[in-house]
């Protein structure tokens, strides 16, 4: 079973994991900090560490997380677990972070998100926000045994392996099918316009290919539609209209309903199903489906960094210009202040202002929102 690669027995996680509330439904780990990965974000020993947590109360989880760890929120601790639940759930991608946080040595960055809406998202890709996550490798810190948790996390999988199939050729490498995957929740973010590498997807693939085929093999070898040769490291796929009209239909909801929306002109008013079966036959249906991802990714990414602003920190003192940081205890006194030194690829998907610079030795003051 795929989701059985995701697990971890990580013993400087859990002590970090120790830290916080133990209602979790599910906690893992990600990023360059957990994963190495090629290019400016290599330096996975001083890589910050990035955490989601998915509570099933997300209210009384607050509540107790605000007692343990008041100083980890924002001046919206003030109002309350209850309003910090309502802009979780209602704003943005369903989930609330708290950056920059020191814990047991670690520069840290944590997400909490419903067990509910988490489940939705893998399923239906509403957001494609934690479910894009999810679709790299991540260490599983925590689980339970919710069933219904559990078996999302293995359909996004699936879901993943299918998007990629349709915007791949009939033949291609591991290497590419990985590369696809780690694509899709990149589509349309525009944060990969504004302070993300581009080279980014890339940089997570490579040094991974061990990881992503762990999470995967066992899908692609189960896969009716698909020869994975494993031992040269290629695939061939059905591109019949046939075959990509049942992979079409096999697609999240939401998804779906984008293609439609997309392709449907101005008062046809066609069902789903219809739609998709012409779009089987287009030959750029995999620029369709890039499209719709697109439609997803972007309003998503935009509402979960606008959130940032509010619940990332009240200091946003902007620093035009590269500043270098000589001392370390510096550094923590602006971490604590929500603010770090930090090259442009130190912090995926945060708002970064100011010059900044990729030169390991110079670095800029900016704020974090995410």
Not at 77 to 89: A, D, E, Y
């Amino acid at each position: 079973m795929a989701l059985q690669a995701l697990q971890s027995s990580g013993v400087a996680f859990r002590k970090i994991l120790s830290h916080f509330p133990e209602e979790l439904s599910l906690a893992f780990a990600y990023g360059s900090g957990v994963y190495r990965q090629a290019g400016p974000s290599s330096d996975q020993k001083n890589a910050m560490l990035d955490f989601v947590f998915t509570v099933d109360d997300p209210v009384a989880w607050h509540s107790k997380n605000l007692k343990k760890n008041w100083n980890h929120y924002s001046f919206l601790k003030v109002l309350g677990p209850r309003f910090i639940t309502t802009v979780q759930n209602n704003y943005g991608a369903g989930v609330y972070y708290n950056p920059l946080i020191m814990c047991d040595g670690r520069l840290i960055k944590y997400g909490i998100i419903s067990t509910s809406v988490l489940i939705e998202d893998l399923l239906n890709w509403n957001n494609l926000y934690i479910a894009g996550r999810l679709q790299k490798p991540v260490k599983i810190v925590a689980m339970n045994e919710n069933v219904t948790l559990r078996s999302a996390l293995d359909k996004n999988l699936k879901s993943a392996v299918t998007a990629a199939f349709l915007m791949l050729p009939e033949s291609f490498s591991e290497e590419d099918l990985f590369i696809e995957i780690a694509r899709l929740s990149y589509s349309g973010d525009f944060r990969m316009v504004v302070g993300e590498d581009k080279a980014k997807v890339l940089n997570i693939v490579k040094p991974n290919i061990a990881h992503f085929r762990e999470l995967y093999g066992s899908i692609l070898q189960e896969n009716p539609q698909v020869v994975y040769k494993i031992q040269q490291g290629s695939l061939e796929i059905d591109k019949s209209p046939e075959g990509q009209f049942t992979q079409l239909m096999t697609l999240p909801k939401t998804l779906q309903q984008q293609i439609n929306h997309i392709m449907d002109p101005p008062g046809k008013n066609r069902d789903v199903e219809e739609t998709l079966l012409q779009v089987a036959h287009d030959p750029d249906c995999g620029d369709v489906v890039r499209l719709g991802l697109s439609a997803i990714v972007r309003p998503s990414s935009m509402r979960q960094s606008t959130k940032g602003i509010f619940t990332a920190a009240v200091r946003f003192l902007v620093v035009l210009g590269v500043v270098p940081l000589f001392s370390l205890q510096l550094m923590h006194r602006l971490t604590r202040a929500r603010f770090i030194h930090s090259t442009v690829d130190d912090f995926p998907g945060c708002f970064q202002f100011g010059a900044i610079s990729k030169s390991p030795a110079l670095h800029v003051l900016v704020p974090v929102f995410k």
